[in-house]
């Protein structure tokens, strides 16, 4: 449930000497936790109003073949020896490395649309957070805790605009048999 521009922010920080450097996600905001949890702090969003940043806690996957924590640990690893340990997460592919824009992601994201043969006159990357957070309430996590990972300030924004209620296949025989 994240946006592009958590992984790759668009924001500007001013450090003690008055010099704007541009945010961005580095090594030093992920976490691999010995409990196999991983922790990041995502800063420079349009929420981070205080620009504290927002920790955030994903748990692994039982199936290793699909978990996030064991993915970017393993491309954290194999991608340390292109930057230092304070240097971006997310590479682009050319010399010198630097970190991914945020247009980059939308790109990548787009793509693996389209290669998975979906209509990207329809679907786009703006999908990925509205799409994760209904699916997680339809599969009964607590709304709260969604809310509260994908770091949305209200309860109104999360389900006037990023929940969207579907009509289950077994509702009418739910309905009508019990």
């Known amino acids: 449930m994240l946006r592009p521009s958590d992984i790759a922010p668009n924001a500007v920080q001013v450090d003690e000497e008055g010099t704007v450097k541009n945010f961005m996600f580095s090594r030093n905001q992920v976490t691999f936790n010995d409990n196999g949890t991983m922790t990041m702090v995502i800063h420079g969003n349009k929420n981070d109003t205080k620009r504290h940043g927002f920790v955030i806690e994903i748990p692994p996957a039982s199936n290793e073949n699909i978990c996030p924590v064991r ?8 991608t340390e020896t292109l930057v230092n340990n304070k240097g971006p ?3 682009t592919l050319n010399k010198p490395y630097r970190a991914l824009s945020s247009a980059a ?3 990548i994201l787009n793509e693996a649309l389209s290669l998975v043969g979906l209509d990207t006159k329809k679907f786009t990357a703006k999908c990925f957070r509205p799409t994760g957070a209904t699916r997680a309430v339809e599969k009964g ?3 709260n805790v969604v809310q509260e990972i994908g770091r949305w300030k209200t ?4 389900f ?3 929940v969207h209620s579907r009509v289950p296949n077994n509702f009418t025989d739910g309905l009508l048999t019990n």
């Open 71 to 78: 993915t970017l640990r393993e491309y954290i690893n194999r």
């Open 155 to 158: 309860t109104s924004v999360f």
């Open 89 to 91: 997460v997310f590479l």
């Open 141 to 143: 996590f607590d709304p």
């Open 105 to 107: 992601v939308r790109t």
């Open 160 to 162: 006037e605009h990023y």
